[in-house]
């Protein structure tokens, strides 16, 4: 049984440009959320994504916007991007109707660097 | 505002002693309280919960304590491994409303042989 998976591991991009960062949650799982992690910091959370549309928004600028498929996989976007960009992306997956649907399962991240 | 705080950045203890993290939330609208744990080039992976309706929750090695009234929560690790020094991360939510998972900023533990 796979786990969440995330594209790609790794990624430098250079300021003012676009990214996308891709995720497939967990088999049975139906809820996508993604976080930002900062070095030291904890996962800060960015957007989470129920049904194909946006549930649960951080505080985060609208230069961050995501997307759910209908298998459930989903996307990140970033525009116009920040050297403050840089970080550690995680993607965590859920089923929303689940008893323990806070028990999230994370995926090992996309580390961007932004140069 | 972090919701969220764990005070201490890292902790080192000896093998087979306790180990203790600590947790503050700010948020009384926190009903549901989580514990992960983080390697390098890794993500978090679920190590405990616990329901704001019980103050104790045990699994093997691992207790999770809360006092409602003190917003304080802790995680106790007996006896403490090698294998267990990593990053622990406190995260917190109001499961009822779906609402988004909180974390902390960590305490990066480190068991020593």
């Known amino acids: 049984d796979a786990g969440v998976t995330q594209s790609p591991t790794h990624l430098i991009k250079t300021r003012g440009q676009q990214v996308t960062l891709r995720c497939s949650p967990k088999?049975?799982?139906?809820?996508v959320s993604w976080y930002q992690q900062a070095l030291g910091q904890g996962p800060q959370f960015i957007f989470q994504?129920?049904?194909?549309?946006?549930?649960q928004r951080g505080n985060f600028p609208d230069r961050f916007s995501g997307h759910q498929f209908p298998n459930y996989s989903s996307e990140l976007n970033v525009n116009a991007l920040l050297l403050g960009d840089s970080a550690l992306y995680l993607c965590a997956s859920s089923k929303r109707t689940s008893l323990d649907w806070e028990k999230l399962f994370f995926g090992s991240g996309t580390q961007l660097s932004v140069l | 505002d972090q919701q969220v705080k764990q005070n201490s950045p890292s902790l080192s203890v000896q093998e087979g002693r306790i180990s203790i993290l600590n947790c503050d939330y700010t948020n009384s609208m926190f009903d549901y309280f989580l514990w992960y744990k983080k390697y390098p080039a890794e993500g978090p992976t679920f190590l405990i919960s616990?329901?704001?309706?019980?103050d104790k929750n045990e699994d093997g090695r691992f207790t999770v304590f809360l006092n409602k009234s003190a917003k304080h929560l802790s995680l106790h690790i007996v006896p403490s491994q090698p294998g267990d020094s990593a990053v622990y991360f406190c995260?917190?939510?109001?499961?009822?409303?779906?609402?988004?998972?909180?974390f902390g900023p960590g305490t990066s533990l480190s068991v020593i042989p």
């Open positions: 616990i329901s704001s309706i019980k």
């Open positions: 088999s049975g799982h139906d809820t």
């Open positions: 994504y129920y049904e194909e549309e946006e549930r």
């Open positions: 995260a917190a939510s109001w499961g009822a409303s779906y609402d988004k998972v909180i």
